[in-house]
């Protein structure tokens, strides 16, 4: 099992981003994904989550309707889009992934890490 995180980057206050997880050696309709997120020194938290059984998604408070989490089954890739970036949103992004069918937002849960993708928004 491989994840590959990609489309990181600078951004301005209010600015939109990007970031795919590639996914190797599973298929998403069989394991749950998410994103989470760390700043260099504080505790890692959760973004977002995608079940694998329906696909619905949920959301940590501090990114709910700013960020939009999705999957394309047919290039094994999960997506984060994020809109309204704002400074606090500055971290590392991780792409994780579990055998367990439904998500969660606990980071425990996830067997299986992406290498993180660095996200900088300047106000």
């Known amino acids: 099992v491989q994840l590959q995180a990609f489309g990181g980057g600078s951004v301005q206050s209010g600015g939109s981003l990007t970031l795919s997880c590639a996914a190797s050696?599973?298929?998403?309709?069989?394991?749950?994904v998410a994103w989470f997120r760390q700043v260099p020194g504080k505790k890692r938290e959760a973004v977002s989550s995608?079940?694998?059984?329906?696909?619905?998604?949920a959301y940590s408070d501090s990114v709910k309707g700013r960020f939009s989490s999705s999957r394309d089954l047919t290039k094994n890739t999960f997506y984060l889009r994020m809109d309204s970036l704002k400074p606090e949103d500055t971290a590392i992004y991780f792409c994780?992934?579990?055998?367990?069918?439904?998500?969660?937002?606990?980071?425990?849960?996830?067997?299986?890490w992406g290498q993180g993708t660095l996200v900088t928004v300047s106000s």
């Open positions: 994780a992934a579990t055998v367990a069918r439904i998500a969660t937002m606990e980071g425990a849960w996830y067997e299986y």
């Open positions: 050696g599973f298929t998403l309709e069989d394991y749950a």
């Open positions: 995608i079940s694998a059984t329906d696909g619905s998604t």
